[in-house]
C-alpha cells in the first residue's frame, strides 16, 4: 500500500511563499507522474503541476511562472515550491502519484493566502 503525506501548508500573505512536501512510502522515482492538485469547497479538484518520471514538467496557467515542482528520489519526496501567492490559490493541496495504472492520493494540506 503506498502512503502519501503532505505537508506545508498554512497563512500566508499575498505575495508570500510556501513550500508543499509530499512524503511516500517509496522512491518517488518510482513512479509515472507525481502531481500536485488543489480544490476549494464547491468545486473540482484542478490539476496544478505535474511531472513525469523522466522530470518533464507541466503547470497550469494559473501557476505558471509561480509554482515550481519537483521530486527528490533519495528522500522519496516532491514538492511544491509556491512564490507571488495569490489569494485565489486558496484551497486545499493534495499529491497525487500514478503507477501502473493505480493512483494514490494525499491526504491533503490546506493553503490560505490572505490579501
Known amino acids: 500500500q503506498v502512503q502519501l503525506v503532505e505537508s506545508g501548508g498554512g497563512l500566508v500573505q499575498a505575495g508570500g511563499s510556501l513550500r508543499l512536501s509530499c512524503v511516500a512510502s517509496?522512491?518517488?522515482?518510482?513512479?509515472?507522474?507525481i502531481a500536485w492538485y488543489r480544490q476549494v469547497p464547491g468545486k473540482q479538484r484542478e490539476l496544478v503541476a505535474i511531472i513525469s518520471s523522466r522530470g518533464t514538467t507541466t503547470y497550469a496557467d494559473s501557476v505558471r511562472g509561480r509554482f515550481i515542482i519537483s521530486r527528490v528520489g533519495a528522500s522519496n519526496a516532491a514538492y511544491l515550491q509556491m512564490s507571488s501567492l495569490k489569494p485565489e490559490d486558496t484551497a486545499v493541496y493534495y499529491c497525487n502519484a500514478q503507477q501502473l495504472g493505480m493512483t494514490y492520493w494525499g491526504q491533503g494540506t490546506q493553503v490560505t493566502v490572505s490579501s
Open positions: 517509496r522512491n518517488t522515482f518510482e513512479f509515472n507522474t
